[in-house]
C-alpha cells in the first residue's frame, strides 16, 4: 500500500534510535501527537520514522505522551541541537527538507492537471471521432475503450496545442521494516531504478482524429470542398446525429429560405437528416431576413390561435389586437381606424347586426337600400355638375360681355383719334410735329411755331393766296369730305351689326347648353351609373379571381391564397383544402388525387370571369374614348367660332381703316393702286394694303373651311 507519505529517503548513515547518542533531533510527544502528526511536521514519510524508531509499529503502538522519538539521524548537515524538558529543536536540514518538499507537491500537482488535461482532450476528441464516423465506427471505439490501458493521445495532437508529454512515472511503494535503510536494495544504498514504460501499440489513423487539424471539408449537398470557416459552428439542431460539417452555411441558409416558402414554418428541417428546427436553431443558421419573416409568421401563426384575437380586415392594414369585449361585436383598428366583424372575421356590415347578416334577405333589404341611396347620390351629383356647368356658362357670359365693353371704349377711342386725324392737319414746317385745328373762320392757319401756311391745299400762306392759287384744291376736298362722311355711316352700321351678331351668337350658346342638359341629362346619370356598376363589376371578378369559396358547409369563406401552395387553410372554420379542386386536403395530394371533374368546372368558370373582365374593359376604354373625342370637338367647334369671329372683325376693321384713305368705297381683289386717284404717296401705299390684307383673308377663310371638314368627321 502506498500511502501520502511514501516517498524516496535521502538521509543516509546506519540506523539509529531514540536512545543513541547520536540521534541529532529528538521530539517529546505531547498530546494528540500520532505518528502521522509527527512525519509530516517534519517531512517525513511514516516508513522513516518506523526506521528511526524500531519500537514503533505501522499502526502507531507504543506512542504515549511525554516519550521522547528520534526524528534525524547524525549525518545531517548544519548544526544539531537536543530536546530537553519537552522542547524541540530542528537543524538547518530540517528546513532544506522542508523545501524539497514543496517543491514534490508543486511537481506532483502540475504533473495531475497535465494528466486531467489529457483525459478531458480525449474524451472530447472521442466523441467528436463518433460523431464523424458513424456508428461502426462508434462501436469499435466503445470496445477499445472498454479496456482497462491508458488513454494515449496521439503525439501530433499535443504537439499541435503545444504541450509535451514523455511518459508518465509511477513511484514503487517502499516496503516497510527491515533492516534495509530508506531506498536501500539488495543491501545497497541506491535507489531503486524505475523501468520504463512500454510504449502503447501503434493504432491504424481513422479520418476522425484529424477533424480539428483539416482546412476544409466537403459539403454533400454542392458537392464541394469549402474553407472550414464557410461551414457552421455548432449542429444544425440538437437531434441531428451527423457531423455539423456536412452541409456549408450557404446551402443550409438557401435550404431553410426555400422550405420557409414552400413549407409551413414548423415544418422547417434539416436537410441532411429531416430533424426539425426550433426557433433557436432558425436564429442560429437562417439569414437575418428569412428570420424575421420566420419570426413574424410563427408570432401571427400564435396569435392566431387566440379566441378573443382577431386580424384587421382593413385594406393593406396587417395589425390585429386582443379584443376582451365579445358582447361588443365591433373591433376598431387601433393601426387604421377600420371596423371589422368579430364574429365573423370581415369587415363590419353596416346597418346590420351579425344576426342579421346571416340572414340573406336582411342582406338583400340592405343592398336595395344602398342602391337606391347610391342612385339618389347619382341624381345629386348629377343636379350638381349641370348647375356648377350653368354657372360656369355664366360667369363666362359676363367675361365675355366685359370683354365686348372694353373692345368697344377701345374702338370709341380709335374712331376719336380717326376724328381727330380728319379735323386736324399736321404743320408743313420740317421738324414740326404740331397738329392744328380749325372750327370755324378762313383757310389762313397759324402753327404754333409760327409757320402760316393754307388749310385746304396746305401750301404756304402768301399773300393773295385766296384769289387764284387755292382754287384748284377746293373740289377735291369737297369729294374727300363726302366719302369720309359715307365711311363713317357705313362704320357705324358695321359695328351695331357685330354687336347683334355678338349678342344673338350669347343666346343661341346659352340656349343650346340649356337644352343640352335637358336633353343629356337623364343619359349623363345613366353612363354615370353604368361606369359605377361596371367598375363595382370588375372588383367584384378581380375578387373571385384572386380567392376560393371554402367547401365546407356551412362556411363559404372566399380564401385567399398568397403563396403557390396548392394547400389552403381557412381562417373561419380551419379547414385544409386544396386551391386546385377545392377537395379536402389529404396526404399525397398534390398532383395525384386532384378532382378532374371540378378542375374542369373551375377552369371553364376562369374563362367565364376572365371573358367578362375583359369584354368591360373594352367596354370602358371605348366610352373614354368617345368621351375624349367629345371633349376634344367641342373645343374644336369653339376654336372654328372664336376664329371666325375673329376673322370678321379684323376684316371689317381693315376695310374701314383703309376707307378712310383709300377713295374706293369697296376694295377688292381688282383693286389697283393705279386705279386710286393719285393725290399723295400714302394713298398707293394704302392700296397695296388693301391687296394683300385680301389675300390674307382668303388664305384664312379656306384654312377654317378646312377645319370644318375635320369637325365634321
Not at 299 to 321: E, I, P
Not at 399 to 410: G, I, L, M, P, T
Request: glycine share 6%.
Amino acid at each position: 500500500m502506498v500511502s501520502k507519505w511514501s516517498r524516496t529517503s535521502n538521509h543516509g548513515g546506519s540506523i539509529i534510535t531514540a536512545r543513541d547518542e547520536r540521534c541529532a533531533q529528538k521530539y517529546t510527544v505531547e498530546s494528540g501527537d500520532i505518528c502521522y502528526d509527527i512525519a509530516d511536521r517534519y517531512n517525513l514519510t511514516l516508513a522513516q520514522l518506523l526506521e528511526y524508531n524500531p519500537t514503533l509499529t505501522e499502526s502507531c503502538t507504543g506512542l504515549t505522551v511525554g516519550q521522547t522519538v528520534c526524528v534525524g539521524d547524525g549525518t545531517s548537515t548544519g548544526s544539531t541541537s537536543s530536546s530537553t524538558s519537552g522542547d524541540t529543536s530542528t537543524s538547518g536540514s530540517s528546513g532544506s527538507t522542508h523545501k524539497k518538499g514543496i517543491y514534490i507537491y508543486v511537481a506532483v500537482a502540475v504533473v495531475g492537471v497535465l494528466i486531467l488535461g489529457v483525459i478531458i482532450f480525449g474524451v472530447i476528441h472521442w466523441r467528436r471521432k463518433r460523431r464523424a464516423n458513424g456508428n461502426a465506427n462508434i462501436n469499435a471505439w466503445d470496445s477499445e475503450s472498454t479496456r482497462k490501458e491508458p488513454i494515449v493521445a496521439p503525439t501530433e495532437v499535443f504537439a499541435e496545442h503545444g504541450i509535451q508529454i514523455d511518459t508518465t512515472t509511477v513511484v514503487p511503494e517502499v516496503p516497510h521494516g527491515g533492516a534495509e535503510g530508506p531506498g536501500d536494495v539488495n543491501g545497497t544504498n541506491e535507489a531503486p531504478a524505475i523501468p520504463d514504460s512500454p510504449d502503447p501499440p501503434a493504432k491504424p489513423f481513422t479520418p476522425g482524429e484529424g477533424f480539428f487539424l483539416a482546412t476544409t471539408s466537403y459539403c454533400t449537398v454542392c458537392m464541394d470542398d469549402l474553407p472550414i470557416d464557410e461551414f457552421p459552428i455548432r449542429p444544425v439542431t440538437n437531434l441531428c446525429a451527423h457531423s455539423f460539417r456536412d452541409i456549408c452555411v450557404n446551402c443550409l441558409q438557401e435550404s431553410i429560405s426555400h422550405q420557409l416558402v414552400n413549407k409551413y414554418a414548423v415544418d422547417i428541417s434539416c436537410p441532411c437528416c429531416n430533424s426539425k428546427l426550433s426557433p433557436f436553431d432558425m436564429r442560429a443558421h437562417a439569414a437575418p431576413d428569412v428570420y424575421a419573416r420566420y419570426d413574424s409568421i410563427i408570432t401571427r401563426t400564435a396569435v392566431g390561435t387566440l379566441d378573443n384575437f382577431v386580424w384587421c380586415s382593413g385594406t393593406g392594414c396587417t395589425a390585429g389586437q386582443i379584443h376582451l369585449d365579445p358582447s361588443n361585436p365591433i373591433v376598431v383598428c387601433v393601426l387604421c381606424h377600420a371596423k371589422t366583424c368579430f364574429s365573423h372575421k370581415a369587415p363590419w356590415h353596416e346597418g346590420l347586426t351579425c344576426t342579421e347578416a346571416d340572414d340573406p334577405m336582411a342582406v338583400e333589404r340592405l343592398n336595395a337600400a344602398r342602391e337606391r341611396l347610391l342612385r339618389a347620390e347619382e341624381e345629386e351629383r348629377a343636379r350638381k355638375n349641370a348647375a356648377e356647368r350653368a354657372a360656369i356658362l355664366e360667369a363666362q357670359r359676363v367675361r365675355e360681355e366685359r370683354e365686348r365693353e372694353r373692345q368697344a371704349r377701345r374702338e370709341e377711342e380709335v374712331r376719336g383719334e380717326e376724328e381727330a386725324r380728319r379735323t386736324t392737319i399736321r404743320c408743313i414746317g420740317d421738324g414740326c410735329l404740331y397738329r392744328a385745328q380749325k372750327d370755324n373762320g378762313c383757310k389762313h392757319v397759324t402753327c404754333g411755331c409760327g409757320r402760316e401756311f393754307c388749310w385746304v391745299c396746305r401750301k404756304v400762306w402768301v399773300r393773295g393766296h385766296l384769289g387764284v392759287r387755292c382754287q384748284l384744291g377746293e373740289a377735291e376736298r369737297q369729294q374727300t369730305q363726302a366719302a369720309e362722311e359715307r365711311d363713317m355711316r357705313a362704320e357705324n352700321a358695321r359695328m351695331a351689326n357685330t354687336a347683334n351678331i355678338a349678342r344673338e351668337e350669347d343666346i343661341r350658346i346659352e340656349q343650346e347648353f340649356v337644352s343640352r342638359s335637358r336633353e343629356k341629362g337623364p343619359e349623363i346619370i345613366r353612363d354615370e351609373t353604368a361606369r359605377r356598376a361596371r367598375e363595382e363589376r370588375l372588383g367584384e371578378i378581380e375578387v373571385l379571381l384572386s380567392s376560393k369559396k371554402c367547401p365546407t358547409s356551412g362556411c363559404g369563406y372566399r380564401v385567399q391564397r398568397y403563396n403557390w401552395y396548392s394547400r389552403v387553410t381557412c381562417i373561419i372554420c380551419d379547414a385544409e383544402f386544396c386551391w386546385n379542386c377545392l377537395q379536402p386536403w389529404e396526404r399525397n395530394h398534390q398532383g395525384t388525387r386532384c378532382s378532374p371533374t371540378n378542375l374542369r368546372e373551375l377552369e371553364i368558370e376562369r374563362r367565364r370571369l376572365e371573358d367578362e373582365r375583359a369584354r368591360l374593359e373594352r367596354d370602358q376604354a371605348i366610352e373614354d374614348d368617345e368621351s375624349l373625342l367629345e371633349t376634344r370637338t367641342q373645343a374644336l367647334k369653339a376654336e372654328l367660332i372664336s376664329c371666325m369671329k375673329q376673322a370678321a372683325e379684323s376684316y371689317d376693321q381693315t376695310i374701314a381703316e383703309l376707307r378712310c384713305i383709300c377713295p374706293r368705297e369697296t376694295p377688292s381683289h381688282e383693286h389697283k393702286p393705279g386705279n386710286c386717284t393719285v393725290r399723295e404717296r400714302d394713298i398707293i401705299e394704302n392700296c397695296s394694303r388693301v391687296a394683300s390684307y385680301l389675300k390674307s383673308k382668303a388664305q384664312k377663310e379656306a384654312a377654317i373651311l378646312e377645319l370644318q371638314k375635320v369637325i365634321g368627321q
